[in-house]
């Protein structure tokens, strides 16, 4: 079998965020048949929540919108820097940790940056808000930017892998 092709999805808490990410390109992934040929994880860069599932909210949202909801909080590792192709931040900040533990930074991206939507914004609007500290729409309106940013992700991962 061909070597998978690795996408990470980190933020900080590894209960909101990058959860809903892996679930909803999961899904993607999945109906395009394309599951044997992409590896797809999340991770934290903090390590509160480490061995927990994911928030609660965040389950609601993506049970509702019919995805799996499986996840268990871990928390970046510098393998992670080989074991994957792609370090997808969420946030600013995220990606400052990724770059400043080391990471390539070919393969450090912005998730937002793989919307179709968003051309030519600025690198603030580009950060998929944490909804931790919120009310619970605020996980409807990230799983909303994570379904239209995974759109282009998954173009992104399709030519890396020639298919
Ligand atoms: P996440 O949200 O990074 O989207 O998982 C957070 C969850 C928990 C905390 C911070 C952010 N926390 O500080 O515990």
Request: aromatic share 6%; with cysteine.
């Amino acid at each position: 079998m061909a070597e998978q092709f690795g996408v990470l999805f980190v933020c900080l808490g590894n209960i909101c965020r990058s959860p809903m990410a892996k679930w909803v390109f999961r899904d993607l992934v999945e109906r395009r048949g394309l599951e044997m040929r992409v590896r797809i994880d999340s991770c934290g860069t903090g390590g509160w929540h480490v061995g927990q599932p994911a928030d609660p909210r965040a389950v609601r949202t993506a049970a509702a919108a019919g995805l799996r909801t499986d996840h268990v909080v871990r928390q970046l590792s510098r393998e992670d820097f080989e074991q994957f192709d792609l370090l997808i931040a969420m946030d600013r900040r995220n990606r400052e940790h990724l770059l400043s533990e080391g990471a390539h930074e070919d393969k450090v991206h912005l998730m937002r940056r793989f919307d179709p939507d968003i051309t030519g914004a600025h690198e603030h609007a580009l950060d998929v808000p944490d909804p931790y500290y919120g009310a619970d729409d605020g996980f409807v309106k990230v799983h909303q930017m994570l379904r239209s940013a995974s759109e282009g992700l998954l173009e992104h991962v399709r030519a890396r892998l020639g298919s």
